[in-house]
């Protein structure tokens, strides 16, 4: 199947987005959503851009440009911002709710940024967010770091090929079970259950516990995986963190 994605550089025009030491929002958001765009397109992918330049859209002139162009996924690129410099730093990815591929998608793309090396703060639901809500189609919001935390910064400059390849992976490898570079993710499976209620609950006790969770339906079974790793040793660092907390553990491949 091919699929159509709309891609959305946030901000743009007279809305820098967070600015810091005269770095503005809006420029991260532009070049890291055309190498995403450019990565996927040499796979296949037709990605419709909500702005390839300069320009200021609302959060409804994007929704309604995506819904008009009938893509399949909205993904939308921000870098966060916190009230004091350096206090916060990692990637988080927003969603309207956390259900559906696109909430997969979501903890795929959070973990390659881990890999990366951006901490992972996690996947949350944002059923506000216009760009989120206005959307017919599976939408996120990826904030790739905070824009006035300077690790973050120096990451995504000095690892911004690999931040691209990574985010475009996570999405690819959703989509088709491959990453670029590699045909397998590792995950730590901690349960896998007949009953929805006794998986949501063992999703919620890890995430509560600051484990990058989610679960996955198949054959009418619901297992409960945590984190998506390119890397085995990264999946085995991950096993042996949840096994000392008491989970019975097994790493798995998709």
Same mark, same amino acid.
């Given at each position: 199947m091919a699929y159509k994605i709309v891609l959305d550089a946030g901000h743009g025009g007279g809305d820098p987005? $967070? &600015?810091?030491q005269g770095r503005q929002e809006k420029d991260d958001t532009l070049t890291l959503t055309m190498a995403v765009g450019e990565i996927l397109e040499r796979n296949g992918i037709d990605v419709v851009y909500t702005r390839t330049e300069d320009i200021y859209q609302t959060p409804f002139e994007k929704a309604k440009l995506a819904n008009e162009s009938g893509a399949d996924y909205f993904i939308s690129f921000h870098r966060n911002s916190s009230p004091r410099d350096n206090q916060y730093q990692g990637a988080e990815v927003l969603v309207y709710d956390r259900s559906g591929i696109k909430y997969e998608m979501a903890e795929n793309i959070l973990g390659a940024?881990? #890999? &990366?090396g951006f901490r992972e703060i996690g996947v949350k639901e944002r059923p506000g967010l216009v &760009? *989120? =809500? =206005? @959307?017919?189609?599976? $939408?996120? !919001?990826v904030e790739a770091g905070? *824009?006035?935390t300077d690790s973050d910064n120096e990451l995504f +400059?000095?690892?911004? +090929? +690999? @931040? $691209?390849? $990574?985010i475009a992976g996570a999405i690819l490898g959703t989509l088709t079970g491959e990453t670029i570079e590699d045909p397998l993710y590792y995950r730590v499976q901690t349960g896998i259950f007949r009953n929805r209620e006794n998986a949501d609950r063992? !999703?919620?006790? *890890?995430? #509560?516990?600051?484990?990058?969770?989610?679960? !996955?339906? #198949?054959?009418? !079974?619901y297992k409960v995986q945590t984190g998506v790793f390119q890397q085995i040793g990264n999946a085995v660092d991950m096993e042996q963190r949840l096994r000392d907390a008491g989970y019975s553990t097994i790493i798995v491949t998709k």
């Amino acid at each position: 199947m091919a699929y159509k994605i709309v891609l959305d550089a946030g901000h743009g025009g007279g809305d820098p987005g $967070a &600015v810091y030491q005269g770095r503005q929002e809006k420029d991260d958001t532009l070049t890291l959503t055309m190498a995403v765009g450019e990565i996927l397109e040499r796979n296949g992918i037709d990605v419709v851009y909500t702005r390839t330049e300069d320009i200021y859209q609302t959060p409804f002139e994007k929704a309604k440009l995506a819904n008009e162009s009938g893509a399949d996924y909205f993904i939308s690129f921000h870098r966060n911002s916190s009230p004091r410099d350096n206090q916060y730093q990692g990637a988080e990815v927003l969603v309207y709710d956390r259900s559906g591929i696109k909430y997969e998608m979501a903890e795929n793309i959070l973990g390659a940024l881990g #890999e &990366v090396g951006f901490r992972e703060i996690g996947v949350k639901e944002r059923p506000g967010l216009v &760009v *989120l =809500r =206005r @959307t017919k189609m599976p $939408a996120l !919001l990826v904030e790739a770091g905070f *824009l006035n935390t300077d690790s973050d910064n120096e990451l995504f +400059d000095q690892q911004f +090929d +690999d @931040t $691209a390849d $990574a985010i475009a992976g996570a999405i690819l490898g959703t989509l088709t079970g491959e990453t670029i570079e590699d045909p397998l993710y590792y995950r730590v499976q901690t349960g896998i259950f007949r009953n929805r209620e006794n998986a949501d609950r063992m !999703l919620y006790q *890890l995430m #509560e516990q600051g484990y990058p969770s989610f679960i !996955l339906e #198949e054959n009418g !079974l619901y297992k409960v995986q945590t984190g998506v790793f390119q890397q085995i040793g990264n999946a085995v660092d991950m096993e042996q963190r949840l096994r000392d907390a008491g989970y019975s553990t097994i790493i798995v491949t998709k």
